[in-house]
């Protein structure tokens, strides 16, 4: 008598193996990419309140009315749905961390099996190999061939294509048999794990900044300081604006000379110029406006913190390192086994965007035709 529960998974099991498999889906991750796109554009069209503004009540007023006069009477109903809150409201927050996670579990349900593709490839290949790839080839050697030339032509002839070729030998007392395989692009089945990363990246540094940047306006008179506040606890002193212009009388640049002080102390000193911040730990002052006054030019300045800026342009350059990659180096390989009678078996196989593959294996069988001398060919 066998025992039911140590031959059926548990329940619980399986409905967790099904829940990882379900968020694993390709078409899942596509309908949620597809359900925050659409989201971020609708945000888009609407102006978001922002945190520092929420918090000043003088700021707040000012926007608030500013909102009034554009939308009117739809005011109210926008700002009941979240319109203004997009980016911070549950309709937004839950269908972006649903696609973090689908995106996680992506990621380690693939990683095995991709990394065992780039540096798990047995040279070695079965009957059913050389039978079911897309592309096979079938020569008979011309008999003075033997079968150590035969694979120096057909290691020659993917060398010359770009292939990396490994050989191995099996010789038993009946049998001599030598196995090639030649891989072009091995590593390129990685870029899949790079795009995947740079999703992740790309979702952690909005959460970072969403959830840890701000920005402040904050304007100082001349010879003046201003607290910029948000528990930085830097101090900013206006040390003098100038306008530098060209000899027909134009202006050239604007630049604000800035202190930064931390308790008391200045920690840095610099010039803010128009596109050319002064940054000093995550913080970055950017030149907004300047204004005159008797005692000399007042400056407005920016300050923004974007925790996830380093992140997100991180995850843009590993984005598009994966998808060239992707798009531009598939992984195509080759099979052969030459049998001691003189018998060469070929079968290739490449990723669906080697859109000329198929041109090139008949290449490749013509050419160990024309130098091999070949008896017959059977090909598929």
Known sequence: MTNDRSQNPKPKTQILKRLWRFWGRMDVAAILIFVVLLLTILGSFFPQLSPAVAADPQ???????GVRAKYGALTDLLTAIGAFRCFRSPVFLVPLALLTAATLVCTLDRWRGVWRQAFHRPVRCSDATLDTAPYIATLTLAPPLAAEAGSGLVRGSLERRGFSVRMTEV????????YLRGDRNRLAPLATLVTHLAVLLLLLGAALSGGYGWREQVTIGPGETAEVGHGSGLTLRNEGFTIARYPDGSVASYEADVAILVGGREVKHGSVRVN???????????LQSYAESPDGRSVTLLVIHDP???VVIAAGFLLLLGLTVS????HCWVHARIESEGTLHLAGRADRRAWDFGREFTALVEELKSAAGV????TG
Not at 59 to 65: C, F, M, N, V
């Open 59 to 65: 700021r707040l007023a000012q926007w608030e009315a």
């Open 171 to 178: 010789i038993t007392t009946n049998h001599h048999t030598i």
């Open 276 to 286: 050319e911040p002064l940054s000093y730990s995550g913080v970055g002052l950017y």
């Open 308 to 310: 996830g800026y380093g």
């Open 327 to 330: 798009f531009n180096f598939p």
């Open 375 to 378: 008896g017959e060919e059977v």
